[in-house]
């Protein structure tokens, strides 16, 4: 407030008011004027990388207006805000899906003018651009699409994160082993915004003071050790065919004296100066490239509090500036957890009430609980958060004080529920008696917010049921509920796939299905018209021709784009199974192998394409991934093969690769062992795309075959209530492996793919130490699933029925739905109309 224009001198900044360019020519005369001035360069010296700068500086004008301009709707409304809290965020690039969305892309491509008439073609412009690539995989990607989603729907909504120096690492694949290469993605990026007067300053260590007030209550003082500045970065986020743009905050860290400290300098003590800088700058230097896999190192812990003190100091500031009464703080803030990993924002809030805004522990908490929402993402025990008390001890002493509170007064509620039942105590206590004592972060969330979800409904009752059962006695079932995850259809249609996006549009007549992807229903009619079909085909060859040139040129492998491409792209992990699938390519070798030349001519030509990358600490995954290429390199360049198998690893699976590879697809693999993926997100991203998948009856394969039909999917397996009983046989000796299982092991351990001793792991972890993955108990009927979708195969007319039928009955699997579930069911929170007050207009 006192930094704005007193309103005699308003006049003169309406009258220049900066106004977006509205025309091809508007759009030339943007991009040239950025080359000239912005970059300093000319037409004598525009390469591609500056043509992408100045394509992106001019877009970014266009959205910084009206970015601007939603901020303050959403500050004069003073309406409910909803804050996503992620440690990741997986952007992918952000020129194209701002031209989309915005709706200006047609500006910049148009033949003989926009780009093409300043000498660049649009595809090769976009391609300059450097992914953003702050998550490890479905977690993150979930929270990009969900923040499209936020904007696309006008909901006044804030992502807050982390602006890491380094993204996942680059993934190189060398002599068939994967070599991790850092990923420094900052060098040029006009997408983010610093705000060096945004900053909050973060305490860590130091002690705690208690002292009495005069009224002889006990109030508490933290005085930390160690002081590390946050500065904001924002990076603005286009909605699809509204003017909404909303605001994604990363923080970064720095040094709280600034560059570094000049008294330590001017004393002579240059290295330890310069060391607190670096130790500052550590904090938000690298993303951990685990998925499913917690650690429980001290840098990760200093990085979630980072993360979570800033963005609670920042929602804080906001709420006071309204100077509203602390009880209507839930009124006016949601907030989500995305994961266990900001957990500690509720800790922290408490800490605020309490500590310093002076309120009474009861009322503090009745604020926080009902401020926060809590997803769970997994139920695989490794990768359940747990920190160890002695760590938060020493890092964060108050919190520690606070959430033995926390779990005392929660205990003492369920004694009072629940009198005498010592091992109920002890299973839902907050703090787990081990050595050392270990806070069970999922726990913390579940007591500290009003409602807990699951991403899909397989998903939500097995949290319900296994391991938060005993908070379902405890708070009833209301409090726990179902968001099946989503996908955002502008990125993952419109953007990947715009030949299908359009075919689709010139059949429901306009693109609306993409800001209501229910009417996808339409095409339904058209699933006989041969010319629609003839163009779909195409559109699925075209695609599988441009993968079959990405695979020429960074594998040198050639695939035939009509044979039967099989995908499988994920983070490697030994329950999303990638094993099971390379021992059916195995097994599919030494068939083909054994046949003799006639019976060759009867199998249908496949290509069995793998991606993904594997955290660099798991062995096993790494296993994995050198005997996909080891298979490869045999089998790629057999005689007696030929075309009728060919097997590839593509490096680097990203964001953008998924962009290429998706639309690419036949058969898309989702084959976890059941009840262990939470949802998955891809399997929706292929099947919008024309893709038929191969799946087990997991996550939100379930409810994919409900919408779209049992006979539009091929589904296999043991189902989740088997899986338990089948373990509890492997570790009682009843584990026979699958005939045709022993074959592959026999043929890896001849030396078939190269040494087997490289690959012994795989084969021991089945069948000497309990096949904890059921691969041996499903391989059967996957391999009988893999011979029915050949034969489907087959049968083109049937296949592309299938594949139209399953793409018109995808409208669930939006992510405007699942937003519109969390705003209703969980935020409390309704969109803001854009024609609604527009502040300069009543001011002026
Ligand atoms: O979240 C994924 C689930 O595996 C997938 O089934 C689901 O569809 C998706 C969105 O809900 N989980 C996931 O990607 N998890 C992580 O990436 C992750 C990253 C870090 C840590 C744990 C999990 N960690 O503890 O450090």
């Keep these: 407030v006192e930094a704005s224009i007193p309103e005699p001198q308003r006049e003169a900044w309406l009258k220049h008011q900066v106004s977006a360019f509205k025309d091809k020519d508007g759009f030339e005369s943007s991009f040239v004027r950025h080359i000239e001035t912005t970059l300093a360069r000319s037409m004598f010296n525009c390469d591609e990388t500056a043509a992408y700068a100045a394509c992106s500086l001019a877009f970014r004008d266009r959205l910084i207006l009206e970015w601007n301009r939603t901020q303050q709707r959403q500050t004069f409304a003073d309406s409910k805000r909803v804050y996503y809290l992620s440690l990741e965020f997986l952007m992918g690039r952000a020129l194209d899906n701002a031209m989309l969305n915005i709706g200006q892309k047609e500006l910049a491509k148009a033949s003989e003018a926009g780009l093409d008439n300043l000498g660049f073609r649009i595809e090769d412009v976009i391609q300059q651009e450097h992914d953003a690539a702050l998550g490890n995989g479905g977690l993150g990607r979930l929270a990009a699409c969900f923040l499209d989603s936020l904007a696309s729907l006008n909901y006044p909504a804030w992502g807050y994160g982390l602006r890491y120096r380094y993204g996942i690492f680059k993934q190189e694949i060398i002599d068939g082993y994967q070599v991790e290469v850092p990923d420094y993605w900052l060098d040029f990026n006009p997408w983010e915004f610093p705000r060096h007067d945004v900053t909050v ?386 097994h599919r070798y030494l068939r083909i192998k054994a046949a003799s030349p006639e019976e060759r001519k009867k199998f249908l030509p496949r290509v069995s394409i793998f991606g993904g990358k594997a955290a660099p600490g798991y062995w096993m995954a790494k296993q994995i991934i050198h005997l996909i290429n080891a298979v490869g390199s045999v089998v790629n360049n057999d005689k007696d093969v030929g075309n009728l198998l060919k097997v590839v690893f593509l490096e680097d ?76 046989g492997h570790n009682y000796g009843l584990h026979t492996l699958d005939p045709e299982l022993v074959q592959v092991f026999e043929a890896i351990e001849k030396g078939t793919f190269g040494d087997s001793k490289d690959f012994a792991g795989m084969i021991t972890a089945v069948r000497d130490h309990g096949d904890y993955y059921l691969v041996s108990d499903d391989f059967h009927s996957y391999l009988e699933t893999h011979d029915v979708i050949d034969e489907a195969y087959r049968n083109q007319e049937d296949w592309i029925t299938k594949c139209i039928t399953s793409v018109s009955r995808m409208g669930f699997f939006t992510s405007d739905r699942c937003i519109n579930e969390y705003a209703e069911g969980i935020w409390n929170i309704e969109p803001l109309p854009v024609e609604s007050a527009e502040p300069e207009k009543i001011e002026a």
């Design 653 to 728: 699976y990203n964001v953008s690769k998924a962009e290429l590879i998706i639309p690419a697809s036949d058969i898309s693999e989702h084959i976890s062992t059941a009840g262990t993926e939470a949802s998955g997100t891809s399997n929706m991203k292929f099947v919008l795309n024309g893709g038929l998948i191969i799946g087990t009856c997991d996550g939100a394969n379930i409810e994919i075959t409900r919408e779209i039909g049992e006979n539009n999917i091929f589904l296999f397996g043991n189902l989740s209530e088997e899986v338990e009983d089948l373990r509890h």
């Design 201 to 586: 300053d973060i305490q860590f260590y130091g002690y705690v003071h208690k002292s009495t007030d005069e009224n002889g209550k006990t109030v508490a003082r933290w005085e930390g050790g160690e002081t590390v500045k946050a500065v904001a970065y924002d990076v603005p986020i286009p909605g699809y065919a509204t003017p909404s743009t909303n605001n994604l905050r990363l923080w970064s860290s720095k040094a709280a004296s600034g560059e570094f400290d000049f008294q330590k300098f001017n004393s002579g003590d240059y290295e330890s100066s310069v060391a607190d800088q670096q130790r500052a700058e550590t904090i938000s230097a690298v993303l951990y490239p685990n998925d499913n896999l917690e650690r429980g190192k001290e840098l990760r812990l200093k990085q979630q509090y980072f993360w979570v003190a800033a963005s609670l100091y920042d929602i804080v500031r906001r709420f006071k500036k309204t100077r509203r009464a602390w009880k209507e703080f839930p009124d006016q803030v949601a907030i989500q957890l995305n994961d266990t990993h900001p957990t500690l924002a509720i800790v922290e809030l408490q800490r605020i009430l309490v500590d310093l805004e002076g309120l009474e522990w009861d009322e503090a908490w009745n604020i926080v609980t009902n401020t926060f929402g809590y997803t769970n993402h997994t139920v695989l025990p490794e990768a359940l958060e747990k920190w160890s008390v002695p760590l938060i001890q020493h890092l964060l002493p108050r919190h520690l004080q606070i959430v033995y509170d926390i779990n005392l007064f929660f205990l003492q509620s369920v004694e009072r529920a629940h009198p005498g039942d010592r091992d109920l105590l002890a299973r839902v206590s907050i703090i787990e008696e081990s050595q050392p004592k270990m806070v069970r972060m999922a726990y913390l969330a579940i007591v500290g917010s009003h409602k807990v979800n699951g991403v899909a409904e397989l998903h939500s009752d097995l949290i319900k049921t296994t391991i938060f059962k005993d908070f379902v006695t405890i708070f009833g079932p209301d409090k726990f509920t179902n968001v099946t995850n989503g996908i955002t259809p502008r990125r993952w249609l419109h953007q990947a796939n715009p030949r299908l996006s359009d075919l689709i549009a010139s059949k429901t007549g306009t693109h609306d299905f993409l800001k209501d992807l229910t009417l996808l229903n339409k095409i339904e009619l058209s699933v006989d018209d041969p010319a629609f079909r003839k163009e779909w085909a195409a559109i699925k060859l075209a695609n599988k021709a441009k993968l079959a040139e990405h695979i020429k040129n960074t594998t040198d492998v050639v695939v035939d784009p009509s044979a039967l491409f099989d995908v499988q792209v994920k983070r490697i992990h030994e329950y999303k199974r990638q094993q099971m699938n390379i021992f059916g390519v195995i």
